[in-house]
């Protein structure tokens, strides 16, 4: 399972985040049972940072967040991180239908490099019917287009066994595809402009493992 978080922040102030997270917040939680999949700048929204972190069961979750959270990394760095950010809440807890072979395992190098490439996709709120919808309908669409997701996601709705970081409790179906650049996404945007949800455009880190 994945949470796939996206922080709201003060004008000017990602940067500052993103130095700090993958300066100390990615080693930071791995070492307490967490994969950091991938963090990004949102190329839609200036002032938004979003990242993917993984758990191999609901029970991990709950032992690696109490480990990071109220352990060293976060008691040091915690000011810095919360003082960038007006809201941390925006937080869905998904479950995987798909993961493609791009799709990163704990293995994966961290280049720490810039990349060109675009991490996109979109949040499209589903009722218990919208997963086969979209593998019969949309999916083929995105085939069509030359568009073979990395990952499809669709919400865990289970109690939160961390209420210290609260989680959105609508259900969502969520895909993610790589392209080159900003111009190959642009082809098949145009083509998806349409569809109903939130679109993802993001831009990775140069610690990110999804790029």
């Given amino acids: 399972m994945v949470d796939l978080r996206q922080y709201t922040l003060h004008p000017g102030a990602r940067d500052t985040l993103i130095d700090v997270f993958d300066e100390h917040f990615v080693e930071g939680q791995e070492v307490c049972g ?31 967040l109490k480990a990071f959270y109220y352990g060293p990394v976060w008691r040091q760095h915690a000011a810095v991180a919360n003082a960038t950010m007006i809201d941390s809440d925006n937080a869905l807890l998904l479950q995987p239908i798909h993961l493609g ?39 083929p669409v995105l085939n069509d287009l030359g568009v073979s997701p990395l990952a499809i996601f669709q919400s865990l709705s289970v109690e939160n066994n961390f209420p210290a970081l609260p989680l959105r409790e609508d259900s969502v179906l969520v895909w993610l595809a790589r392209f080159a650049d900003d111009a190959a996404y642009g082809v098949v945007r145009e083509a998806l402009s349409g569809w109903e949800g939130q679109e993802l455009r993001l831009r990775p880190t140069t610690r990110s493992q999804l790029r």
């Avoid at 950091?36 to 938004?48: H, K, Y």
């Fill in 34 to 64: 967490m994969h950091i999949v991938g963090q990004f700048r949102d190329l839609n929204e200036p002032d938004r940072f979003v990242w993917l972190r993984g758990f191999n069961t609901l029970d991990a979750r709950a032992e690696a």
């Fill in 101 to 139: 072979p791009g799709y990163p395992t704990p293995a994966f190098p961290r280049p720490g490099v810039e990349t060109d490439s675009v991490i996109a996709g979109i949040v499209h709120p589903a009722d218990d019917g919208f997963p086969q919808h979209f593998q019969d309908q949309i999916l």
